[in-house]
């Protein structure tokens, strides 16, 4: 049969009833009525010539043969707007979906320009679409080098020669202990590098170079893949550990933890974007872009602050 335009408004009807599991609730979706969604499916089956779905009172089911009609007409509306996007882009519109990795825990950090980036690109470019995944540090560079990301946030310890970095800003840390934990009550003139390294840490497995020195110091020491993870482990008072000063200053005021006096531990992490090398799509470089000019003063101003009075 030769698939009409009338045949893809059918189709997109009983892809949101299937979506939805049933008519009422693809009602709000397709802003048609009960009777004129169960119209359209029944114009749907005797253009078809097969039954697709049993619907009344006993609810909503597939029958088999409506199964292949709902992934045919998957990958007929998927192909269509495929060449939808194409044809955009003949006419200059930025179309695609950019697939951005970022590490967890930085919505509280006001040195991420992250969401003024998003706000730019839905503003300036609205069929650009961002798929953006919390992700470990590993998992995002190797997802760029597979092609599975277009971009990814975060600190890299590990440097891959297929992917290019850019600096976006500086994170802050510091070392930190629970209200339970046995240093949080001692003044601070009490509290010794060695008297903190004698309890137990928590690190982040992901972490290289000095800040693993102390890794497998004491059988008690534990690993962690997530800053979430380790701040409920630094939380419970068992153990110490190095937080980014955004994510722990809430819990700072509240009295949940305290940041211990010492500075031996404490370190600037670079969060920089991070790319395939070669040449990227228009869609991806007009992304990526944006993301660095969101973060160029930033960069600007704590390179300055950083910078050494001569």
Request: overall charge neutral; aromatic content about 4%.
């Amino acid at each position: 049969m030769n698939i009409s335009g009338s045949d893809l408004h059918l189709f997109r009807v009983f892809d949101s009833v299937v979506r939805n599991n049933g008519l009422s609730a693809a009602q709000v979706e397709l802003s048609l009525s009960q009777p004129t969604i169960s119209n359209h499916l029944t114009a749907l089956e005797q253009r078809l010539g097969v039954k697709l779905c049993e619907r009344g009172r006993r609810g909503f089911a597939l029958t088999e043969k409506g199964r292949v009609v709902h992934q045919i007409a998957l990958e007929v509306l998927a192909g269509l707007d495929q060449q939808s996007r194409r044809l955009s882009q003949l006419r200059g519109v930025m179309v695609g979906k950019v697939r951005i990795g970022i590490v967890d825990c930085v919505a509280s950090d006001i040195h991420c320009r992250l969401p003024e980036a998003l706000a730019a690109i839905a503003g300036n470019t609205p069929m650009v679409e961002v798929d953006l995944k919390i992700m470990r540090p590993g998992d995002i560079s190797a997802a760029l080098a597979e092609n599975e990301l277009d971009i990814g946030i975060g600190g890299f310890d590990s440097r891959l020669g297929v992917l290019s970095y850019h600096l976006l800003y500086h994170e802050e840390h510091r070392l930190y202990c629970g209200a339970g934990n046995v240093l949080a009550g001692m003044p601070e003139a009490a509290i010794t590098r060695d008297l903190a390294y004698a309890q137990p840490w928590v690190h982040r497995g992901y972490w290289g170079g000095r800040r693993q020195r102390s890794f497998q110091r004491i059988d008690s020491d534990r690993i962690v893949y997530d800053i979430e993870a380790q701040m409920l482990m630094i939380l419970s008072g068992a153990y110490v550990g190095l937080l980014p000063v955004h994510a722990a200053e809430a819990m700072v005021a509240a009295g949940r933890l305290r940041q211990l006096p010492v500075t031996d531990d404490d370190y600037v992490a670079e969060i920089e974007l991070a790319t395939r090398t070669g040449s990227l799509s228009r869609t991806i470089a007009h992304v990526r872009d944006e993301l660095l000019r969101q973060h160029q003063d930033i960069c600007r101003h704590q390179s300055e602050r950083s910078a050494p009075d001569i």
